[in-house]
């Protein structure tokens, strides 16, 4: 899917059990202080976040003040801005205790996956893994946990009320 479609895929590979030995010592080391830890963990990170302010299909998006700038999608193949389709429609999120992403298999469906405008098995919108790990600062149930930020459908990121509502089921 990497080397045809989006080259922001990482399929993590080898490094799995390298990031999972680094998570176990954070924990200790968390732990050996009494300190709070969690472990935000993200899937093919896809979009750009909103940018500036846009009136693509009549809409506006909010908090583009608080986003990437629009030069994130000037970046990348001429005809393929995957960050701009992307994020029209994807900036719901959904948090999964624990490693349990379901990714998509290998071949077709990897690529599908890469290529797509829609929400998928696997991906993550870094728009949405950076505000679960901001709102994880302040939601007391984020302590001491580690979850998974999968993309939703929606076309607002999550009010204050809706993080608080998400980090519930941790």
């Known amino acids: ?21 680094l ?6 080391k968390a732990k050996a202080i009494g300190a709070d830890y969690t472990i935000v963990r993200a899937g093919t990170l896809k979009g750009g976040g909103p940018g500036l302010p846009s009136d693509q299909d009549g809409r506006s998006f909010p908090r583009a003040k608080d986003s990437l700038a629009e030069a994130i999608y000037k970046t ?24 349990k992403v379901k990714i998509p298999v290998a071949g077709w469906f990897s690529i599908k996956g890469a290529i797509s405008f829609d929400v998928e098995p696997g991906d993550s919108s870094r728009l949405g893994v950076a505000g679960a790990m901001v709102q994880s600062l302040s939601q007391a149930k984020a302590a001491n946990t580690d979850f998974a930020v999968a993309t939703a459908e929606g076309r607002d990121p999550p009010s204050p009320e809706a993080w608080t509502k998400l980090f519930s089921i941790l």
Request: glycine share 12%.
């Open 1 to 21: 899917a990497k080397d045809f479609s989006n080259p922001d895929i990482w399929a993590g590979g080898e490094y799995v059990s390298a990031y999972t030995a």
């Open 23 to 28: 998570e176990e010592k954070v924990i200790a």
């Open 76 to 99: 990348g193949p001429a005809g393929r801005n995957w960050r701009a389709v992307f994020d029209t429609s994807t900036q719901g999120v959904e948090i999964v205790p624990g490693d």
